[in-house]
């Protein structure tokens, strides 16, 4: 059975950190593509940090310079670090899999084949 579980969510102060983790079972984690996903209220779900089995890694513009995306294979697990925090960033974040066939990471919602439940962050001012 595949499951991918988030956690590390919370709330902080514009300005903070916090880091989420997401570890998996039920497939093949070296081999696959994830990503990080977040999805406010009244919002679609958008593409933050994804991460290749070679780990190369590709982030949204609004991301870049603030979070860091990295995994441990023999921990089966996906970070998110994320620093320099605003109120922008306040969603549910989810992580995501996808076999790695394209030999680069992508933010392409639609190609994730497997999905977390999420954790939400919130960011006050």
């Known amino acids: 059975r595949v499951q991918l579980m988030e956690s590390g969510g919370g709330s902080v102060q514009s300005g903070g950190s916090l880091k989420l983790s997401c570890t998996v079972s039920?497939?093949?984690?070296?081999?696959?593509?994830m990503a990080w996903f977040r999805q406010a209220p009244g919002k679609e779900r958008e593409g933050v940090a994804g991460i290749d089995s070679r780990h190369q890694t590709t982030y949204a513009d609004s991301v870049r310079d603030r979070f860091t995306i990295s995994r441990d294979n023999d921990k089966v697990t996906l970070y998110l670090e994320m620093n320099f925090l605003k109120p922008e960033d306040t969603a549910i974040y989810y992580c995501a899999a996808m076999e790695d066939y394209r030999g680069h990471p992508t933010l392409s919602r639609g190609e994730f084949t497997y999905w977390g439940q999420g954790t939400q962050v919130t960011v006050s001012s």
């Open positions: 039920g497939f093949y984690f070296s081999r696959y593509v």
